[in-house]
Nanobody, 127 residues
Framework: QVPLVESGGGSVQAGGSVRLSCAASGRTFSNHAVGWFRQAPGKDREIVAAISWSGTNTYYTGSVKGRFTISRDNAKNTVYLQMSSLKPDDTAVYYC????????????????????WGQGTQVTVSS
């Protein structure tokens, strides 16, 4: 297992920025792709961004392109989601997830592609 711990959530005004962190507690992120998902009240959980183990491949869902940046520091076993120009529609519980990958360039975008999940962190954007 890869215990994941998210941090950095909170309340912010529209147009503001927040950086989320996802740390592999006591384990390494070696050979693991990582994704950020979110679930807003009354909605299904959706992919936000994903990053390959190598960090060279990234994916963003359309609504966050140009505003969010996913990155990773494998030496620190941590993946980040920098969120800027936040909108009230970004309000959700954000989850990070990880999965072992055979390819350093794989970045799954489906929830079913991930084996390990964090507990989630709330991000609230007020207008």
């Amino acid at each position: 297992q890869v215990p994941l711990v998210e941090s950095g959530g909170g309340s912010v005004q529209a147009g503001g920025s927040v950086r989320l962190s996802c740390a592999a507690s006591g384990r390494t992120f070696s050979n693991h792709a990582v994704g950020w998902f979110r679930q807003a009240p009354g909605k299904d959980r959706e992919i936000v961004a994903a990053i390959s183990w190598s960090g060279t491949n990234t994916y963003y869902t359309g609504s966050v392109k140009g505003r969010f940046t996913i990155s990773r520091d494998n030496a620190k076993n941590t993946v980040y989601l920098q969120m800027s120009s936040l909108k009230p529609d970004d309000t959700a519980v954000y989850y990070c997830a990880a999965t072992f990958v055979a390819s350093a360039f794989a970045s799954p975008t489906s929830q079913r592609g991930y084996d390990y999940w964090g507990q989630g962190t709330q991000v609230t954007v007020s207008s």
